[in-house]
């Protein structure tokens, strides 16, 4: 925050959880600690839903099928970047140029013919490059407004007894949303089915306050931790081998997503930032949180990073054909 970097609660502790977990270090984020950090922050993205808010939704299926296109143009630039600059093999660059779904690329990595070790490095950096440079140019672009933290605050009539009240209602449903989408097994469960348990309350005008900032910002510190202690025992030798490609193919991703967000936003008349981070070859608990730290609709963003892993499931074995090991 001292040196003005945008979303400095997200981005900080990812940088210095990263270069301590580089230096040796090991560290991580309990399970307990993580679960309750995405119930806060899915709880306050659904404060944001809004009639307004409802009534864009009808934009959204060009968006996706937008999306599907960015995916597979992603994929193949990736690929063909790290093959042909890095001289990567196949399998390799394939998996490293895969759009998220990290737990389910690494656990794929570790069955194909290709490096899993640089794979895992290619796909922790742009988590983290992602996460450390792209709010700030979005915010270099003007293109981020306030956050969405407090947009509903309550009235000063409204008693403190009654705020408490409506913020344990807000994160007794957005716990139990949260449990019953991690028992069906949805991507990031906890995140969004407090964000959908919060957004009824909201949609439906039974509660009316947001979550109050002192419970904001710890989330984005432990969210932020999360992406800094995937670095967690890389060779350092490695690492500096596989960082000129880690960083190529992030540029070339978030180009090829740039090219496609501005096409949709101009069809579809939504902020190009928006379109952009919803496209982003990000993981899904992250670009989400950050379009609520940077003011952009969370919901929006959140819906095309969890339509993008789904997508991912089924394209991927296809992608992967004949780079796969074959088990006796």
């Not at 922790?124 to 981020?144: E, K, Q, S």
């Not at 992406?227 to 030798?237: I, P, R």
């Amino acid at each position: 925050m001292a040196i003005g970097m945008p979303a400095p609660w997200l981005s900080g502790p990812a940088v210095a959880v990263a270069a301590a977990s580089i230096g040796g270090l090991k560290l991580g984020v309990p399970h307990l600690v993580r679960a309750a950090a995405l119930v806060f922050l899915g709880a306050t993205m659904g404060t944001a839903v809004t009639p307004d808010t409802l009534a864009q939704m009808a934009r959204w299926p060009l968006s996706l099928a937008g999306l599907a296109v960015v995916v597979v143009a992603i994929m193949a630039s990736i690929a063909f970047y790290l093959e042909r600059v890095h001289g990567y093999d196949r399998a390799t660059a394939r998996l490293a140029g895969v759009p998220g779904a990290l737990p389910f690329v690494l656990a794929l990595a570790a069955e194909s013919t290709g490096d899993a070790r640089r794979i895992a490095i290619i796909q922790m950096m742009r988590l983290l490059i992602l996460l450390v440079c792209l709010p700030l140019v979005l915010t270099l672009a003007g293109a981020g407004g306030a956050a969405v933290v407090g947009t509903k605050a309550a009235p000063a009539t409204v008693a403190i007894a009654t705020l408490l009240a409506q913020i344990a209602v807000l994160l007794a449903a957005g716990t139990a949303g949260g449990l019953i989408f991690e028992k069906l097994g949805a991507p990031a469960g906890m995140l969004f089915g407090a964000m959908i348990a919060s957004g009824l309350l909201y949609g439906s005008g039974l509660l009316s306050v947001a979550m109050p900032d002192w419970l904001m910002l710890p989330g984005f510190v432990v969210i932020g931790a999360m992406v800094g202690s995937n670095f967690a025992g890389t060779d350092l030798a490695l690492l500096k081998s596989t960082v000129l490609a880690g960083v190529g193919s992030v540029l070339v991703g978030a180009g090829v997503a740039l090219v496609c967000a501005w096409a949709v936003a101009s069809i579809l008349h939504l902020p190009v930032a928006q379109v952009w981070l919803a496209y982003a070859p990000g993981g899904v608990e992250t670009m989400t949180i950050m379009a609520l730290a940077l003011g952009l609709d969370p919901a929006y963003v959140g819906a095309h990073h969890v339509a993008r892993f789904l997508g991912l499931g089924l394209v991927v074995p296809w992608w992967l054909k004949g780079y796969l090991k074959r088990k006796n």
